[in-house]
T-cell receptor, first 114, second 110 residues
Framework: EAQVTQNPRYLITVTGKKLTVTCSQNMNHEYMSWYRQDPGLGLRQIYYSMNVEVTDKGDVPEGYKVSRKEKRNFPLILESPSPNQTSLYFC?????????????FGQGTRLTVV | GQQVMQIPQYQHVQEGEDFTTYCNSSTTLSNIQWYKQRPGGHPVFLIQLVKSGEVKKQKRLTFQFGEAKKNSSLHITATQTTDVGTYFCLERGSNYKLTFGKGTLLTVNP
């Protein structure tokens, strides 16, 4: 089954404790990206990757890191989480960056930083 | 991606009433996609519009792309409780960034 898998689905952590949210897709997609979703602000892009070893900042990259060492995986790293990073996070992938490509989203990760 | 404004932010309707959400841009959009997110779920692709003036239908859903490619709309005829969710538009810019509208939350009273 074609899917994007995020882990964990829920996470409560403390300020400053490094964490990684994993994202994996089994569709051989080139383009992957991370979003955070906050009430009233919609979905905002954090980072994106056009292919292996190629990443770039989205609209809200501060406090986040990503890596793309393999095509299927695109982890999101919070080196020192802060309470303002409490949010619902989505990973998404698409076949390419062309116009005629739909985005497939993971199930989401609800992160709480206390 | 470009700035895409989506209205309204919320819409509550009685079952059977129609619903419309709009996305507007001050600049020309290369294309626009629409997604639906059910409560507690993740966004799911509905459709893509590329051509000026394009109209596409999916059962009770009608999608339009403006003649100037600066606006788009999603219209649902005779809403049902299964239509509940947040509807987003997405502009895929040529610079690889993706810009979502803030979404319209639709609630339906049975």
């Amino acid at each position: 089954e074609a899917q994007v898998t995020q882990n964990p689905r829920y996470l409560i952590t403390v300020t400053g404790k490094k964490l990684t949210v994993t994202c994996s897709q089994n569709m051989n997609h080139e383009y992957m990206s991370w979003y955070r979703q906050d009430p009233g602000l919609g979905l905002r892009q954090i980072y994106y990757s056009m292919n292996v070893e190629v990443t770039d900042k989205g609209d809200v990259p501060e406090g986040y890191k990503v890596s793309r060492k393999e095509k299927r995986n695109f982890p999101l790293i919070l080196e020192s989480p802060s309470p303002n990073q409490t949010s619902l996070y989505f990973c998404a992938s698409s076949l390419g960056t062309g116009m005629n490509t739909e985005a497939f989203f993971g199930q989401g990760t609800r992160l709480t930083v206390v | 991606g470009q700035q895409v404004m989506q209205i309204p932010q919320y819409q509550h309707v009685q079952e059977g009433e129609d619903f419309t959400t709009y996305c507007n841009s001050s600049t020309t959009l290369s294309n626009i996609q629409w997604y639906k997110q059910r409560p507690g779920g993740h966004p799911v692709f509905l459709i893509q519009l590329v051509k000026s003036g394009e109209v596409k239908k999916q059962k009770r859903l009608t999608f339009q792309f403006g003649e100037a490619k600066k606006n788009s709309s999603l219209h649902i005829t005779a809403t049902q409780t299964t239509d509940v969710g947040t509807y987003f538009c997405l502009e895929r810019g040529s610079n690889y960034k993706l810009t979502f509208g803030k979404g319209t939350l639709l609630t339906v009273n049975p």
